[in-house]
Every structure is written in C-alpha cells, then in structure tokens.
C-alpha cells in the first residue's frame, strides 16, 4: 500500500507562484508513474499533470500548460507541482496520485490507484 502524503497549499494572491510536494512511503517509488489532481467546490476531478516513472516525460492539462511544471525526485521519493500565475480559478484541492508499477502516467483520475489526503490551494483576486 502506498501513502502519499501532499504539502505545500495555502492561500495565495493571484499571480503568485506555490510549490507543492507529494511525499511517497513506497519503496518501488521509482516505479510508480504519478498525476496530480485538482477539485475545486462543486466541480469535477481535473487533470493537472503526471509524470513518468523515471521523469522522463511529462503531460498537462490545458489549465497547467505554460504555467505549472510537475518533476520529481526519486531519490527523496517526492513529486513536486509548482505552480506559476497562478489565478483565482486555480482555487482547489489538489491531490497526489500514483500508479501500480508499470503502468503509464495517464490523465485519467480513475486510473490511478493511491491517492493522497489532497492539500488546499486558494488564490485570491
């Protein structure tokens, strides 16, 4: 079972930068391709990003492209979002997510299998 554990929300003003951190406790961390997810207040899961297993390749949702940028750091088991520009609409909860071993980084929320607590990210105008 992998837990995921994200950090780094608040609350911001627009045009802001953040930086969010997804902290792993699975060992295969380096195996695992992850996405992060967004919710905001009576809307549906959105796709943010997601990055591959080795980093190698990264993928965005219209809404992060140009602005937010995924990474990760395997050697510390985290994945990183930060986050540029931000604006109001931005405001959500954003949530970690990580793949079984082996599989691709996707855009598709119900396709990951873990899923972190989520951390709140407000912007305000």
């Known amino acids: 079972q992998v837990q995921l554990v994200e950090s780094g929300g608040g609350l911001v003003q627009a045009g802001d930068s953040l930086r969010l951190s997804c902290a792993a406790s699975?060992?295969?961390?380096?195996?695992?391709?992850m996405g992060w997810f967004r919710q905001g207040l009576g809307k549906e899961r959105e796709f943010v990003a997601a990055?591959?297993?080795?980093?190698?390749?990264?993928y965005y949702g219209e809404s992060a492209k140009g602005r937010f940028t995924i990474s990760r750091d395997n050697a510390k088991n985290t994945v990183y979002l930060q986050m540029s520009s931000l604006k109001p609409e931005d405001t959500a909860v954003y949530y970690c997510?990580?793949?079984?071993?082996?599989?691709?980084?996707?855009?598709?929320?119900?396709?990951?299998?873990?899923w972190g607590q989520g951390t709140q990210v407000t912007v305000s105008s």
């Open positions: 997510a990580a793949k079984r071993p082996g599989y691709r980084a996707t855009s598709n929320w119900d396709e990951y299998d873990y």
């Open positions: 699975d060992r295969t961390f380096g195996a695992n391709a």
């Open positions: 990055i591959s297993s080795r980093g190698s390749r990264t």
